[in-house]
């Protein structure tokens, strides 16, 4: 997204993005969408 709009990204911070686990909000985000979907199609 942010090569389309001409920023540079070094390769480096692309690839260490990628290897860190996801952060403690991804995960809290990830379980939060999951219940507002069963409590939606309940």
């Not at 942010?2 to 920023?7: A, M």
Request: aromatic share 8%.
């Amino acid at each position: 997204m942010l090569r389309e709009h001409g920023v540079p990204i070094a390769p480096s911070g692309y690839y260490a993005g990628k290897a860190r686990p996801p952060s403690a909000r991804a995960i809290r985000d990830r379980a939060v969408l999951a219940a507002i979907e069963r409590i939606f199609h309940d």
